[in-house]
């Protein structure tokens, strides 16, 4: 032992601790494993290794009809099933030429923003899990509640909706969904200002977020980051904006970007920060949408025979994690040659590695929990 | 709860046989593995919250399986996570249970035909005792199938498990 | 820049890309490229200072079903012969256009080269068309399977004559 002490540091044999995390792991969000690689407590690498919840969708779209394939979308990205369901329709309504009532794209608009809320809910609930706030993690739950409520009266189902078919919507909004919404709306929006004043200025959660896995601008696009993940490192993209779909080129809405709060450009605050902002911009979207709401009938699009023409398309929305891309070749025939899904999450997770370099192990739970994964997209 | 109704007035003693205040002390404070595999994690997670509030039953949230006495499968168990699923059960001490919640869990769910890299329920791996379906099932009927679970260690018997 | 306007622009520019032809069965146009004129091609669309093509929106690999299909003794369908296909869809974040590039290679040797040393977002997505449908992306620094467990042995599940395994280490893999 003496012997050891005595020699030079250099001549002290060490190598790289390989940690595994996951699959299960309270904080992975669900069934992901992360390899780190570590030299004491600093991280030299992390390793994504992905696929434990692979369900085969793209297998099942070349096995199913268009409209059969909108089950199988909700449960792709499960936090945000409405979102995903209005790229697919959009995506299927670009390859067959089909124009929707305008009826249709205002509820779908709705829909899809108080989607974008749930959905960033449960992102800031489990972040602050993450992190050790338990509390937010209840709020967030008990106003997601409110919202699932709304979607029930709607169209019966909690989670998992098949609300938007290609060409229209299955059912209409009942009479008292727009009184409804503005009460829910009235209630919620206090909550983002409860949500400040619990998590977001709360001096350890700021420790423990601000200036941790910086991401610049220039890595952000060379990864592919969309959504708040790009948005917090302080470029000003929106497809919402920026490649308007459906009818968001009607509404006035601010487009929140990164900078740097508490510490640099694109850190972990400024991701969890960036989302809390864009509920706000949901709330006025929703607002504006929900009293020019104009009348007619929902399914008077919607094909009975789908039979699209040969060819490729590549339609994309902007869901609550980033840019959902559906591509989508079509033979003719009435299920697709092929559907390729570009999920936000999954191109997401590509940057981990390059994230985490230099933290501490404690840290990799406050970098995957900012840049909010759901590995139902992620592996499909 | 049956316990309470002999309880002697003015003393602090309860009586009751070994095997009921087991299954009363077993069934009341149900630990579940911290765990979640696809969108039904995310119904588990609305009824472990506010609104449904599994707390009230005794089902707490543990991160590791050594320490937990139920697991809930909730969701879609793939070829690749199949033998991780068996592991954690193998974790956890006796006596252990399973609720298998969602069609997915079940038996495949939407996914049994043409799911390649899915594992056709649980059961497969591991023993379940009890199965909640739905496509998510709602929180309400994970807590049916819990209390299903509850009924199901209240008339074990130690006798009859033993022969 | 429109679809048309960046084509006419690489072919004035980069004559030894000029015989590029259209894919023209396409409602989405997409520009055909072989395999060893696409590392010259994304480089001048991702380095030109008219194109800037900056972000790789996505990369799909897939199974053209062209080939000779063989009926063998079980019943199932082998194909012989055809092309697979990489799609590469493009954008300029700073200038707002869009472009898709189509690669068609072989189904025996399928080999594309890779670009993850210009866009590090093409890692992971390479790494899908792979596991998926068996293209060998060439120079990839980590070319292994993703989705599937790393010892799945029955091929590329997303091969249109694909068969899947009755048995994965002892569980029974059919309903």
């Known amino acids: ?380 | 709860m049956g316990l309470l109704d002999q309880k002697f007035e003015n003393e602090n003693i309860v009586i009751t046989n070994l095997e009921d205040l087991l299954n009363w002390s077993r069934l009341s404070s149900l630990w579940q593995v911290g765990f979640g595999l696809a969108c039904c994690a995310i119904e588990m997670m609305a009824t472990s919250a506010s609104h449904y509030d599994f707390d009230r039953f005794g089902v707490i949230p543990r991160p590791s399986p050594r320490q937990s006495d139920i697991i809930i499968i909730s969701g879609t168990v793939t070829l690749k996570m199949a033998t991780r699923v068996k592991r954690l059960y193998e974790q956890i001490p006796d006596p252990k249970y399973v609720i298998s919640m969602g069609s997915c869990a079940n038996c495949g769910g939407p996914y049994w035909e043409h799911g390649y890299h899915v594992l056709k329920g649980v059961d497969r791996i591991i023993p379940v005792d009890v199965y909640v379906p739905g496509c998510p099932p709602r929180p309400e009927a994970l807590l049916e199938g819990l209390l299903k679970l509850q009924e199901k260690i209240r008339n074990e018997s130690l006798v009859r498990n033993a022969s | ?175």
């Open chain 3, 1 to 175: 820049m429109t679809f048309e306007e960046i084509k006419n622009y690489i072919a004035e520019h980069y004559p030894s890309l000029s015989d590029l032809d259209f894919d023209k069965s396409a409602s989405d146009k997409a520009l055909e490229v072989t395999a060893d004129k696409l590392i010259d091609l994304m480089s001048v669309l991702y380095a030109d200072s008219a194109l800037k093509m900056d972000n790789l929106i996505l990369i799909s690999a897939v199974d053209d079903f062209n080939g000779e299909k063989i009926i063998i003794e079980d019943g199932s369908t082998v194909m012989k012969g055809g092309t697979l296909s990489v799609y590469y869809h493009l954008e300029s974040l700073s200038l707002r256009h869009k472009f898709n590039v189509v690669v068609r290679v072989p189904r025996e040797s399928p080999d594309v080269p890779s670009v993850t040393f210009i866009w590090g977002g093409a890692n992971f997505n390479e790494r899908e068309g792979y596991d998926m449908i068996g293209i060998n992306f060439v120079n990839h620094p980590n070319l292994t399977r993703i989705l599937m467990p790393y010892d799945w042995e029955a091929g590329y599940p997303l091969r249109k004559d694909y068969k899947n395994p009755e048995f994965y280490q002892g569980m029974k893999v059919p309903y």
């Open chain 1, 1 to 380: 032992m003496s012997e050891f002490l005595t020699l030079p540091p250099q001549k002290i044999k060490t190598e790289e601790m390989v940690l595994n995390m996951g699959p299960q792991h309270p904080s992975t969000h669900g069934v992901l494993r992360l390899e780190l690689v570590l030299e004491g407590e600093v991280i030299v690498d992390v390793k994504p290794h992905v696929g434990y919840l692979h369900r085969c969708f793209e297998k099942h779209c070349e096995a199913l009809t268009y409209q059969q394939i909108v089950p199988y979308v909700d449960r792709m990205d499960y936090l945000a099933a409405m979102g995903n369901e209005m790229g697919w329709a959009i995506a299927c309504e670009r390859l067959m030429g089909i124009e929707v009532p305008q009826r249709v794209e205002y509820i779908r608009v709705i829909m899809a923003e108080l989607q974008r809320i749930a959905s960033h809910l449960v992102a800031v609930g489990t972040y602050g899990l993450d992190i050790g706030a338990f509390t937010p993690f209840l709020y967030c739950f008990r106003d997601r509640e409110k919202i699932l409520n709304l979607f029930e009266i709607t169209c019966g189902a909690r989670l998992l909706y098949n609300y938007m078919w290609p060409g229209g919507l299955s059912h209409d909004i009942p009479p008292e969904f727009s009184r409804l919404t503005k009460e829910f709306l009235s209630e919620f929006k206090p909550v983002v200002k409860e949500l400040n004043n619990l998590l977001s200025y709360n001096k350890i959660f700021i420790e423990r977020t601000a200036n941790v896995g910086v991401l610049p601008v220039e890595a952000a696009i060379n990864y592919g980051m969309t959504g708040p993940n790009l948005r917090a490192s302080g470029l000003k993209w929106d497809l919402r904006r920026d490649d308007p779909y459906s009818v968001y080129d009607k509404f006035d809405f601010d487009i929140p970007v990164g900078q740097g709060w508490h510490g640099k450009v694109g850190d972990c605050w400024d991701r969890y920060y960036v989302r809390l902002l864009e509920i706000e911009q949901s709330i006025r979207i929703i607002e504006q949408a929900i009293d020019q709401i104009p009348e007619g009938d929902v399914a008077s699009a919607i094909p009975k025979r789908y039979k699209p023409p040969v060819g490729h398309i590549y339609a994309r929305i902007e869901n609550p994690r980033g840019e959902l891309g559906y591509f989508i070749v079509s033979n003719g025939s009435q299920q697709p040659a092929r559907v390729k899904v570009r999920p936000p999450s999954f191109i997401s997770l590509g940057v981990m590695g390059e994230l985490c370099k230099g933290h501490l192990v404690a840290d990799v739970v406050a970098v995957l929990g900012s840049i909010d994964i759901v590995l139902g997209e992620v592996d499909r």
